[in-house]
């Protein structure tokens, strides 16, 4: 099994194991988590999550280091895990580069809710 298809068997089973919902629709969110990792390291994406107080939060996030602000660019993916508050860092959950709040942020896909991809070229700034 490729590298990728772990990484999304295993934020599924995060995902089931939760209690949120049947093993189709794990894998289903699962997969849109997968794209959500993609695409943040592609540019800008705005995403819905429920945060671990159970309050529902709308983000605007990155991983493109082009957009985040040089004192904030992490070394690598665990840097950015730390930077976003993890006590133990590891697959099951995804660092972003928060535009909002110009801060590293973190969300387990077990409270991953719905996603868009916000258009961004060359030449243009983030909002």
Known sequence: MSRYK???MGWAH???R????????ALSRAWDM?????WLCQGIVRFVYR???GSIRTARG???????????RPKGIREAQIA???RKPDYRTIAYFDLDKRDWRAFCPAGFISVWRVPFGKGKTPR
């Open 34 to 38: 997968y794209y959500v990792h993609r």
């Open 84 to 86: 976003a508050g993890m």
């Open 14 to 16: 995060a995902i089931r």
């Open 51 to 53: 945060k671990s107080d």
């Open 18 to 25: 939760a209690g949120q919902c049947e093993w189709n629709e």
């Open 62 to 72: 990155t991983l493109c280091d082009e957009l985040i602000p040089e004192e904030k």
């Open 6 to 8: 772990q990484k999304v």
